[in-house]
């Protein structure tokens, strides 16, 4: 075999070498960018079962409400209308409001107007965040 001849084998073995690598690399990607997309697919879902749950249940997202459902929502659960809309400026103010924090973010502005606990109860049950 000549010099030229094992050259070209060599570089031949190399390039198969080189094209099984990256098909192996191209098939490890597509896996896991169809577990990424399931797992993200899966996800939405989930919140979006939330979401429609919470809309059937009549509950409001506080980080997204407008000043005048959430004045609607206030009066609802029982503040008195000339202090729904300053206690909603100060509840827009609060945001973002996340799962853990709606709770004691909306309890602390209630409770500094002097409003209820009852009432309370009643305006953070209306609420979602996060």
């Known amino acids: 075999m000549s010099a030229l ?3 070209s ?3 031949d073995t190399a390039k198969s070498a ?3 690598a990256a098909s192996q690399v191209a ?3 597509k896996a896991e960018a169809s577990k ?3 797992t993200a697919a899966a996800q939405a879902s989930a919140s979006a079962a939330a979401a429609a749950s919470n809309v059937a249940a009549g509950k ?3 980080n997204t409400a407008s000043r005048a459902d959430l004045v609607t929502t206030l009066q609802s659960a029982g503040v008195p209308a000339d202090q729904a809309g300053s206690l909603a400026d100060s509840l827009i103010a609060g945001r973002p409001y996340t799962a853990e924090t709606t709770a004691s ?3 602390e502005v209630l409770d500094k107007a002097n409003v209820d606990p009852a009432t309370i109860v009643r305006v953070v049950m209306s609420f979602i965040g996060g």
Do not use: P, R, Y
Request: charged share 10%; glycine share 10%.
């Open 105 to 107: 973010k909306v309890g």
């Open 27 to 29: 098939a490890t990607a």
């Open 5 to 7: 001849a094992g050259c």
């Open 36 to 38: 990424a997309i399931a």
């Open 9 to 11: 084998q060599v570089t």
């Open 18 to 20: 080189a094209s099984n």
């Open 60 to 62: 409001l997202d506080i």
